[in-house]
């Protein structure tokens, strides 16, 4: 598949039920001129502190990749009408979505 249907499909799917909008620094549009929008979830997270697995609930925003290039981690965003900070920046399956790990929510 070519790579403009790969992030057409990944946009319509974070444009789809449930989704939320994502303001990243006044920007409230994608590059494709449309609403900044993705798909909130909240995940728990094992990690390990060096004397053993730490398991943490963190929240996810799963985005195409191609609408976020310029957020890197410390990048603050409003999601959903909430300040959040990236806390990491991890790509997902093929690379068109990615997932922000936020920090500064519930």
Sequence with gaps: MSAAIILRHARVMCRG?????VVVGVS????DGRARRGLLTIADRVSDDGS?????RAEMLS????DVVTVTRGTVLTVD??????????????????????????
């Design 17 to 21: 039920f449930g989704s939320v909008p």
């Design 28 to 31: 409230t549009l994608a590059p």
């Design 52 to 56: 053993g697995q730490v398991v943490g």
């Design 63 to 66: 985005v195409p990749t191609a």
């Design 81 to 106: 009408g909430q300040t959040r900070t990236v806390r990491e920046k991890l790509l997902a399956e093929d690379g068109s979505l990615c997932e922000l790990v936020l920090a500064g929510g519930p």
